[in-house]
């Protein structure tokens, strides 16, 4: 699948209410997005929610174990008196600060959705840095099968990253120069680069109470143990009473339908093998390259409109749910400057000018919120291709211009993804035409060719509650000297006429729903 299909295959699954992660966006998780998962115990199905997010993008997925593990270590000492398990504890923390490598495993249970399927599983995942500039992540367990053991190692300094998966021996060479990031002090885009906040952000740490449960045995050695409790979370951490240094840390919350966060096989500053970052893949594995299927300027878009989607989120889960009504909001609650915002909200190019993003608060009861627009690109005459996106469910698309388009009517659901699966029928037969002088293809398999598989255009014309199946968009060929805007080239095919009328979209990309009937023959015949 190439880079193209693989980006727009992404898309048609979405609208499967199922998406696949995007290497474009790589967003880093800072301590107010795991302030809201501390609150699962109020808002499970939103901590639940956030965590599909999480775990859906991959590259997300990577810097959320260096998150959680600061929240852990920040929150874990309270204002009082110094004591010698405190100080003993600070000791421990502050060999974490000065550490050039770091690795350690986490396991926790967490929420997933597979289309219409939901559930839970026990999430096993380790990952390393080795300073300035290699990150290595291993997937141990997974719902889907396909992803168990999948490896990811990223080079910031080569901007590159590989990753393998052992079950089907398939290997992926990825180019990350255009990987993108936002610097929350700042406002500005800059490549991403190395996250090591998990040992930079121990500054922050204060001297406080904690218990010592004196020595303990773990796994077969003898450790000390040390607790904290704050509110109803209890947070123990077991020490290495030789070196000060932690070897295993644990949240657990009284109520138990929190999952206990656990991080174990923690190493600081231990040789971490050059061939664990090695960017070669391993023998007997198929090996794909990859280029960024979003050109240089999207890629930058899509790091602001992102992370504008992550205050967003921020902002909900600390207001029951609740979306901003305006972007203002987001300032007065205190989850990022004025001034910051001001400058996401403009060009790339332009970080003092006007807002490039329109705003639009999310429908929370909607069925699935992966169809939800909340940001959008905005233009004075829309682009003749694609804009950038970013859904309620937190993931971000580029996009067809009428595609967005029928994202922001109010339709029934199914006609809506019926619609949007006809504008993206329509994106690829324009982008056929200007291929060939202006010709229509005269077959959807002429679309067949480098850049999609037989297998896209068919889950394209597939019902949209079905990843495949038979046909229910058809296409007809426009006649070349036609109006376009009264030209039907897609419309639905059904067995006996649908009660709520019968969608189709014109030659220029518009989608209508037709009622009648007799005017539904007379525009298709």
Not at 17 to 27: I, Q
Not at 266 to 289: C, N
Not at 389 to 403: K, N, Y
């Amino acid at each position: 699948m190439t880079d193209m299909e693989k980006e727009f295959d992404n898309f048609v699954r979405d609208i499967r209410f199922d998406d696949t992660s995007d290497y474009n966006h790589r967003d880093k998780l800072e301590q107010n997005l795991l302030t809201v998962l501390d609150k699962q115990s109020q808002h499970k199905s939103q901590a639940l929610v956030i965590w599909r997010i999480i775990m859906r993008n991959r590259i997300i997925k990577y810097t959320a174990a260096a998150g959680i593990v600061l929240v852990i270590i920040i929150g874990i000492i309270e204002l009082a008196k110094p004591v010698g398990a405190s100080i003993a504890f600070a000791t421990a923390m502050d060999n974490i600060k000065k550490a050039r490598t770091f690795s350690c495993m986490e396991i926790f249970e967490v929420g997933y959705q597979d289309g219409k399927k939901e559930g839970k599983y026990l999430l096993k995942q380790k990952w390393m840095f080795k300073e300035p500039d290699k990150e290595r992540h291993e997937s141990l367990t997974s719902p889907w099968t396909r992803f168990i053991g999948e490896t990811t190692i990223m080079d910031y300094g080569k901007r590159q990253m590989l990753q393998f998966r052992p079950v089907d021996k398939t290997a992926e060479f990825h180019d990350m120069s255009s990987d993108y990031e936002i610097d929350d002090k700042t406002g500005e885009v800059r490549l991403t680069q190395l996250d090591t906040s998990l040992r930079d952000r121990l500054l922050e740490l204060r001297t406080g109470a904690v218990e010592d449960h004196g020595n303990v045995e773990l796994e077969g050695r003898t450790v000390r143990k040390l607790q904290s409790h704050k509110d109803t979370r209890t947070t123990t951490v077991w020490v290495n009473p030789k070196t000060n240094l932690p070897l295993q840390i644990e949240h657990k919350w009284a109520n138990q339908n929190r999952s206990p966060i656990i991080f174990t096989s923690i190493q600081i500053d231990t040789e971490l093998r050059d061939d664990l970052f090695s960017l070669e893949p391993p023998k007997g594995y198929t090996l794909r390259m990859e280029k960024s299927a979003w050109p240089d300027d999207k890629a930058r878009i899509g790091a602001k409109i992102m992370r504008l989607g992550l205050w967003c989120w921020v902002y909900a889960g600390n207001n029951d749910d609740q979306f901003p009504d305006e972007l203002a909001d987001i300032v007065r609650a205190g989850v990022i400057t004025e001034n910051v915002l001001n400058k996401v909200l403009a060009a790339p190019d332009n970080p003092d000018g006007p807002p490039v993003f329109q705003y639009r608060k999310p429908n929370t009861d909607a069925k699935d919120r992966s169809n939800e627009v909340m940001l959008y690109e905005i233009y004075d005459q829309w682009p003749q291709d694609r804009v950038v996106a970013c859904f309620a469910d937190g993931h971000s698309e580029l996009i067809p211009v009428q595609t967005l388009i029928q994202l922001l009517k109010p339709w029934p659901e199914y006609k809506k993804n019926l619609s949007i699966k006809m504008t993206h029928l329509h994106w690829l037969c324009d982008k056929y035409t200007k291929k060939h002088e202006g010709r229509y293809p005269g077959a959807l398999e002429d679309l067949v060719g480098e850049e999609f598989s037989d297998e896209t255009i068919k889950r394209l014309q597939a019902a949209p509650d079905k990843s495949e199946g038979p046909v229910v968009i058809r296409y007809r060929l426009p006649y070349t000297d036609a109006n376009l805007a009264t030209e039907v080239m897609f419309y639905e095919i059904f067995d006996q006429w649908p009660d709520d009328g019968a969608a189709v979209c014109f030659a220029d990309g518009r989608c209508e729903i037709i009622l009648d009937q007799n005017r539904f023959e007379e525009l298709v015949k």
